[in-house]
């Protein structure tokens, strides 16, 4: 079943590559958002929020999965090859300067949603943003490593979105703090 599933996946990626990586990473951003809800802020289904997945499952799909999938073409062009040389200076390149860009804008962007005003989100802006990058950097180096080392270049976002779900769970709480 599991390896149909797989199979399954794998053909739709390589008949849809952009549409199948931005869906998987909107299905898993909401996915980390039921997560946030349920085991972190144990709100209990009656005071789930499904707005607030919703907004989180179209942040993955209209903002997650296209910024970061073309980051990723953006990355391989910059730094073409998979040696390990290769995949540390794009891990260098991708935490040391599309990490905090990408949190810089995501943060405010889910406060855009929430409805904060222009002055609210800048002052969560500046009470957040340091403390999610230095929770980005607990866990993200590793992990990017690995990926630029051995994933091809099409299952990247995948990979990432996957062990994104509990980063997803940590932006969401983080996010959606008052």
Known sequence: MEMALWRAYQRALTAHPWKVQVLTAG????LG?????????????????AGRTLTMASLGCGFVGPVVGGWYRVLDRLIPGTTKVDALKKMLLDQGGFAPCFLGCFLPLVG?????SAQDNWAKLQRDFPDALITNYYLWPAVQLANFYLVPLHYRLAVVQCVAVIWNSYLSWKAHRL
């Open 27 to 30: 299905s898993l951003m909401g």
């Open 112 to 116: 855009t949603l929430n409805g904060l």
């Open 33 to 49: 958002d039921v997560i946030s809800q349920q085991l972190v802020e144990r709100r209990g289904l009656r005071a789930h929020q």
